[in-house]
Nanobody, 126 residues
């Protein structure tokens, strides 16, 4: 059973920065799977933020491109996913979730992901 545990959320002023982390473990070859960040703002659907494959290919939502950076560190049977968030805006306020997909290819559709973390709250004050 794969476990994803996020950390790093909090309260920050607009224009500030936060770094989210997510440790994935519990399945062999987890370090070969695409991983992603999604977020859900109050009253809205879960939306794609960024994804990264094992070869470090990255893809970002237009709303965060140039401000957010996704990265990962892979060990033998674990992966740690990061999301560096700079120039934060009020509209970035949401619960942020990391996810892993048991597939060779990444996706921006949350329905394509097999495992999810519990979420971490990011609140940006204006």
């Amino acid at each position: 059973q794969v476990q994803l545990v996020e950390s790093g959320g909090g309260l920050v002023q607009a224009g500030g920065s936060l770094r989210l982390s997510c440790v994935a473990s519990g399945r062999t070859f987890i370090n070969t799977y695409p991983m992603a960040w999604f977020r859900r703002a109050p009253g809205k659907e879960r939306e794609f933020v960024a994804t990264i494959r094992w070869n470090r290919d990255q893809y970002y939502a237009d709303s965060v491109k140039g401000r957010f950076s996704i990265s990962r560190f892979d060990a033998k049977n674990t992966s740690t996913l990061y999301l560096q968030m700079n120039s934060l805006k009020f509209e970035d306020t949401a619960v942020y979730y990391c996810a892993a997909r048991i597939d060779a290819y990444d996706s921006s559709n949350p329905k394509d992901y097999n495992y999810w973390g519990q979420g971490t709250q990011v609140t940006v004050s204006s």
